[in-house]
């Protein structure tokens, strides 16, 4: 038996399913991986989310000890909020067994990525914990909840191939509706202009009428602002630009990502949409 597969003799179900989403996310802090894997009430049965943060914490450090899972020297929110903003990725071992388990070659690095990558990485990834955490308690499922670089959409038009580069594009659905979203997470970190040269893109995809062709209609695509006046900063911005069809664009702030992210009744459309 080779090291690779003596290693599974250590993991439990649980402990693969957890490789596997920090295959699928690649970033993820404890409080993530606790929301995702041991919920604490309403979400699941651990009595407190302090309790269910502890459990987890344990396993990763039992996982690092085996060297499938790494923490980053980094972390959100410095050092003061404690272990539950660890940021953590796959070891080289986690990767090389969960690949040799799927039949492919071994192929990522792993390097420390940069301060700013991270950060934009776990807000991201906070919202797909939200809408998946937030499923069975809503009653609703999610059939797509698909990160970078699977949710990315390459075209060709008249002037060339080009890739659009949603953060994230979920699908959720309840018995009488689906709600399709392209989702944008910004910090305000980037200027104004950036964010509506995105814009553009996202419109020239919708008019080669490719996405609708699949699916049948074409993704709400939803701004998450971190505050209001960033809200008001970017729909004022797509509002004068007049080479943007702004019905296009939900632009809101992060707390209200379920509002547009689950499904909903689809709202009165009205030129350029906005909610704080």
């Known amino acids: 038996m ?33 929301r995702l894997r041991l919920p604490a009430v309403p979400f699941g049965s651990h ?25 980053l020297e ?23 067994y969960l690949r040799t388990r799927q039949g492919l070659p071994r192929r990522r690095r792993f390097d420390e990525p940069s301060l700013t990558f991270i950060a934009h990485t776990i807000a991201t990834r906070d919202i797909a914990v939200t809408v998946i955490e937030n499923a069975a308690h809503r009653s609703y499922d ?36 689906e709600t399709h979203s392209f989702v944008e997470v910004d910090l ?19 008019r080669t009428g490719i996405e609708q062709q699949a699916r049948g209609l074409f993704p709400a695509i939803v ?26 664009f939900w632009i809101t702030t992060t707390d209200q990502a379920l509002a547009h992210l689950a499904p909903y009744t689809p709202p009165e459309h009205t030129s350029g949409n906005a909610t704080t």
């Open 142 to 177: 999610v059939l797509t909840a698909d990160v970078e670089p699977h949710c990315w959409r390459t075209f060709t038009t008249g002037t060339g191939t080009t890739t659009l580069r949603p953060d994230l594009f979920v699908v959720t659905a309840d018995p009488t509706t």
């Open 223 to 248: 701004w998450l602002v971190p505050t209001s006046k960033r809200a008001r900063q970017l729909h004022d911005a797509i509002a004068n630009a007049r080479d943007l069809d702004a019905d296009l």
């Open 188 to 206: 305000d970190t980037e200027h104004l202009p950036a964010l509506i040269r995105k814009c553009r893109l996202y419109q020239r995809y919708f």
């Open 2 to 34: 080779s090291a690779i597969w003596r290693i599974e003799e250590h993991l439990t179900a649980r402990d693969i399913r957890l490789l596997e989403d920090l295959e699928r996310y690649r970033l993820l802090t404890t409080r993530q991986i606790q």
């Open 74 to 96: 980094r972390r959100i929110g410095g050092t003061k909020h404690g272990s539950a903003n660890t940021v953590w990725q796959l070891g080289a071992t986690g990767e090389r």
């Open 47 to 71: 009595v407190s989310t302090s309790a269910a943060t502890r459990g987890t914490t344990r396993i990763l450090n039992r996982l690092e000890d085996l060297g499938v899972v790494t923490r």
